[in-house]
C-alpha cells in the first residue's frame, strides 16, 4: 500500500475532488502536500464565465475554505509552480526553490489555451480566458475598452464574448469552421445559435481565420483571411486547449499532447500519477470536468488500494452552454454519417429544435436547442445503449412521452 508523503502539483478541480475522495475514504498518507501556481485556493472553474458575466463573485465559486484543509491534515501552498520533478531524489522543486519529498507523486497541472501563434500575437491587450487572474483582468479592461474580438466559437469563446458583452462591450466573435459549436451543433442548430446571439448585439463572423494582430505596442485591428480588417481594443484567444504536459515530460515520463497513463491513472513510473486535463489515456486527452472527476474517484481508490480493480473508463460526456437564456444541450454524434437515421423536430415559432441519431436501434446522438430539460435522459440513453425501438415514434417528444410508450 502506498504511504509516506503524497504530493500532488496543480491544485485545480480534479485535484481538489481528489483530495475530497480521499479524505472521506480514509488514506494511508502521513502527509499530503498540495502544491498550486495560482495565487488561492481552487475554486469552480466552469463557473468563470459566471463571474466574468457579473453573474457571480470570486469568492462564491471557492470550492473548499481553509478549515477544511486544516481539518483535513492536508497542507496547501499556493502562488509557487513546480519547476522541476527530480524523479532520482524524489522531490519536486518550485519556482521559489523549495523542494518537496514525496513517495507518491500526482500531476493535476490541467491545460492552457493553445496559442495560434498570430503575428502580433504579443502586442498589448491580447488575452486569454482560463483562470482567475485572466477574469480579473477581462472585467477590468471592460470598464476601460469598448471592442472586443473573441477569436474561437466554441463554448470557451461564446461565453467569454458573452460574459463582455454584459459587461458593456462591443464583441465580435471569429470562428474558422462556418459553423458555430461544430462540435457540438448540427449545422441547423449552429444557424439558431448564431441567430440568437446576434440577436442580443454580437457580431458573428464564420467561415474565416485571423492571419494576424495589428498595432504598435497594443493590438488595434485584427486581419482576416480575406484582408477585413477589424478595429478592436482587445484580443482574447479561446481556440482549443493544450495539456500542460511540460513537468512529466521534462522528468523523462513517457508523453504524447498530455501525460501518458494507464487506465489506473498511473504514468511510465509507478510512483508518478496524473489525472485532468494534462493526462493522455488510449491516445484521448480530455477538456471537460466529468472525465476528471471520474478519474479522481478511480485514482482515490487506487492510492487507498480500496478497490483493487477500479479502471476509468471514458464515456461519451453530454455539453451545455452556459449562456443565460440559450439552452443548448449536445451529447455523442451530432451529424449523419451515412450509417444513422436522424428525427428531426422543429417548433419555429417558440425557437425549438431537436435531432436525434439513431444507429442500430440505439440512440448514438442527441442535439437540443431552446428547451434541454430532457438532455440528461437522451445522455443515459446514448450511455447505456438501450434499445429506443419501444419509444422511436415518441422519442423527439422527451423522457415522459418514451415512458407512457413504454
Ligand atoms: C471559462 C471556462 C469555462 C468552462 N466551462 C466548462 C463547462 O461548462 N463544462 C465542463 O465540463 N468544463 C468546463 N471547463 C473546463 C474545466 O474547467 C476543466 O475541464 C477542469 O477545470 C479541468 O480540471 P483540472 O484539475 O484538470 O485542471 P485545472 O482546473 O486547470 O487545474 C490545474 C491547476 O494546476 C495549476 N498548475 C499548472 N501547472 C502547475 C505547476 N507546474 N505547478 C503547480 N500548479 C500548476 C494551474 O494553475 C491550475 O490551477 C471550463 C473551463 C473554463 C476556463
Known amino acids: 500500500m502506498a504511504t509516506g508523503t503524497l504530493v500532488i502539483c496543480g491544485h485545480g478541480m480534479v485535484a481538489q475532488r481528489l483530495l475530497e475522495r480521499l479524505v472521506e475514504g480514509g488514506h494511508p498518507f502521513e502527509r499530503i502536500v ?17 463571474v466574468l458575466a457579473g453573474e457571480a ?61 498570430l503575428e502580433g500575437g504579443d502586442l498589448g491587450g491580447t488575452l486569454t480566458f482560463r483562470d482567475l487572474q485572466d477574469t480579473r483582468r477581462l472585467i477590468d479592461l471592460s470598464q476601460r475598452f469598448g471592442r472586443a474580438v473573441v477569436i474561437g466559437g466554441g463554448f470557451l ?59 504598435k505596442r497594443c493590438v488595434r485591428a485584427v486581419r482576416l483571411d480575406d484582408d477585413t480588417l477589424i478595429s478592436t481594443d482587445l484580443v482574447i484567444t479561446a481556440a ?19 501525460i501518458r497513463v494507464s487506465d489506473r491513472l498511473q504514468t511510465s513510473d509507478p510512483d508518478i500519477f496524473a489525472l485532468g486535463e494534462c493526462c493522455e489515456i488510449n491516445g484521448q486527452t480530455f477538456g471537460l470536468v466529468d472525465p476528471g472527476y471520474q478519474q ?23 455539453t451545455r452552454l452556459k449562456i443565460s437564456g440559450i439552452p443548448i444541450f449536445s451529447c455523442g454524434q ?16 417558440n425557437n425549438r429544435y431537436c435531432r436525434l441519431l439513431i444507429h442500430d436501434r440505439q440512440l448514438v446522438g442527441a442535439v437540443l436547442f431552446g428547451d434541454t430539460t430532457d438532455g440528461n ?20 417528444f422527451g423522457r415522459e412521452y418514451c415512458e407512457q410508450a413504454a
Request: net charge neutral.
Open 34 to 50: 498540495v502544491l498550486g501556481a495560482e495565487s488561492g485556493p481552487a475554486y469552480n472553474r466552469v463557473l468563470l464565465s459566471s
Open 57 to 117: 463573485t470570486a469568492d462564491q465559486i471557492r470550492l473548499k475554505d481553509a478549515a477544511w484543509f486544516e481539518q483535513a491534515g492536508i497542507e496547501r501552498y499556493c502562488g509557487d509552480a513546480v519547476v522541476t520533478i527530480d524523479r532520482a531524489a524524489r522531490q519536486v522543486i518550485t519556482g521559489s526553490e523549495l523542494r518537496y519529498d514525496y513517495g507518491t507523486l500526482v500531476i493535476a497541472t490541467g491545460a492552457r489555451p493553445t496559442e495560434l501563434g
Open 157 to 215: 469563446g461564446l461565453e467569454a464574448a458573452e460574459g463582455l458583452r454584459c459587461r458593456g462591450m462591443a464583441v465580435t466573435v471569429l470562428h474558422r469552421n462556418p459553423c458555430l459549436l461544430n462540435r457540438q451543433l448540427d449545422p441547423t442548430g449552429s444557424k439558431l445559435l448564431a441567430k440568437s446571439l446576434t440577436e442580443r448585439g454580437l457580431s458573428i463572423r464564420t467561415g474565416r481565420a485571423p492571419v494576424a494582430l495589428l498595432g
Open 240 to 258: 482549443g486547449i493544450t495539456p500542460n504536459a511540460e513537468l512529466g515530460r521534462a522528468a523523462g515520463l513517457h508523453c504524447g499532447r498530455g
Open 296 to 318: 479522481a474517484e478511480v485514482l482515490a481508490a487506487v492510492l487507498s488500494e480500496r478497490a483493487t480493480g477500479r479502471r476509468f473508463q471514458a464515456a461519451t460526456q453530454p
Open 334 to 349: 451530432t451529424d449523419d454519417d451515412g450509417q444513422t437515421e436522424s428525427i428531426v423536430w422543429q417548433d419555429h415559432q
Open 377 to 396: 435522459w437522451y445522455a443515459e440513453q446514448i450511455q447505456t445503449h438501450k434499445d429506443i425501438t419501444p419509444w422511436r415514434a415518441n422519442l423527439a
